[in-house]
């Protein structure tokens, strides 16, 4: 019997999820700019009307792409129950969710794909800032705050504790990994990378006297 009529909920949830998997592995491949709607709508067996109708064309295609990946990312980036942890290990555990996630290969090309394209798509690299990098400093910096409140940190700005924190974790190695000089790390190299970096942001460079 052929369905008619609008489709339930759920299925409706199975065919946006169906079409952001199949429009994250084409911009994977093809970038942003190379890419038509015509070729996302004909991959994911949709037309060109249900992209429009859910997301307004392409670009609003990426940005539910991107706050879809971000909405994970942030969740799983755990701050949460410090009480029964130190503030250390809990930066400890927020930063080797974080290295694993921002190092893998179709991250990586992601934000290279934004990189490159940002000149050209300004309203992108925006969607982009706003669903994935400000959203996780906002999580970290909120981490700060009540860290301060029981006395755990020093009185400053906890933006700009959160993002000096990012920072040390991403440093010269993260710049590296993107332009293909190094192999992506494994658990083993996350956690020592994890551990450096901590170490250094909480207890600093200068030996006391």
């Not at 930066?91 to 992601?110: C, E, G, M, N, Y």
């Not at 924190?165 to 010269?172: C, H, P, Q, Y």
């Amino acid at each position: 019997m052929i369905k008619c009529g609008r489709p339930r909920k759920g299925e409706e949830l199975l065919s946006r999820d169906r079409l952001l998997d199949t429009a994250h592995s084409l911009f994977l491949e093809y970038g942003y700019g190379n890419l038509s709607l015509e070729n996302i709508a004909k991959e994911a067996r949709v037309s060109m009307r249900t992209i429009y109708s859910q997301f307004g064309g392409k670009a609003g295609l990426f940005g539910a792409l991107i706050r879809r990946c971000s909405d994970q990312f942030v969740s799983d980036l755990s701050l949460e129950n410090v009480s029964e942890r130190s503030p250390e290990e809990a930066l400890a555990s927020f930063a080797k969710q974080f290295l694993h996630r921002i190092t893998r290969p179709d991250v990586v090309r992601i934000r290279a794909i934004l990189i490159g394209e940002s000149p050209r798509f300004p309203d992108l690299a925006t969607q982009f800032y706003e669903q994935g990098p400000q959203r996780t400093l906002a999580h970290l910096a909120r981490f700060f705050a009540r860290q301060q409140q029981a006395g755990y940190f020093i009185e400053a700005d906890p933006h700009f504790l959160a993002e000096q924190f990012l920072s040390a974790l991403r440093g010269e190695r993260l710049l590296k990994l993107q332009l293909g000089l190094e192999p992506t790390p494994d658990e083993a190299e996350i956690d020592a990378w994890v551990r450096q970096a901590i170490d250094l942001f909480l207890h600093g460079c200068l030996k006391q006297r």
